[in-house]
């Protein structure tokens, strides 16, 4: 009888323990994993002159409202240092988008190797918007046109989420 009766509390006792286990452990939040790294590319070209040159990559999270992005923006003959700015979700009736960054380079270091002749900066974000549909990157350059009328080109790069 002792025996049965030490057998009850330990039942017991082990139910009361696995109910307070799963009242005590919270599930964490499930995090969404990265896609595979997009590469962007953008060559800015104006009067006949190479300006500005970017390359690197985008990712999208499989949850489809992040992504990142790790680009580096190279100066090659724009007067000024290029600039890039990354937009999301670009339509056709918004050409550009919502601009979530502006990057300009810092500094400008002569003297660097093909294709950054003017010295290059990388520039890394992360962004959350929903709803996200596209990331819009836009380099621009510029130089001057016909003696002395500043100039400003760009050329974008859109890509689309595959989550």
Do not use: E
């Amino acid at each position: 009888m002792r025996t049965n009766l030490l057998r009850r509390v330990l039942v017991a006792f082990a139910a009361v323990l696995a109910m307070t286990a799963g009242a005590v452990m919270t599930a964490s939040p499930a995090q969404a994993a990265w896609g595979g790294q997009i590469p962007v590319t953008i060559q800015v070209t104006g009067n006949g002159h190479s300006l500005g040159y970017a390359s690197g990559w985008v990712q999208f999270d499989t949850g489809g409202t992040t992504f990142q992005y790790s680009i580096t923006v190279c100066r090659q003959s724009s007067y000024t240092t290029p600039t890039l700015t990354v937009a999301v979700n670009n339509q056709s009736n918004n050409q550009v988008g919502t601009v979530v960054a502006t990057h300009y380079m810092s500094s400008w270091t002569p003297g660097g190797t093909a294709p950054c002749y003017g010295g290059s900066q990388t520039f890394t974000g992360v962004h959350s918007y929903s709803p996200l549909s596209n990331t819009y990157f836009l380099l621009a350059g510029n130089t001057f046109v016909n003696g002395n009328n500043f100039t400003v080109f760009t050329q974008d790069r859109l890509v689309y989420k595959q989550y």
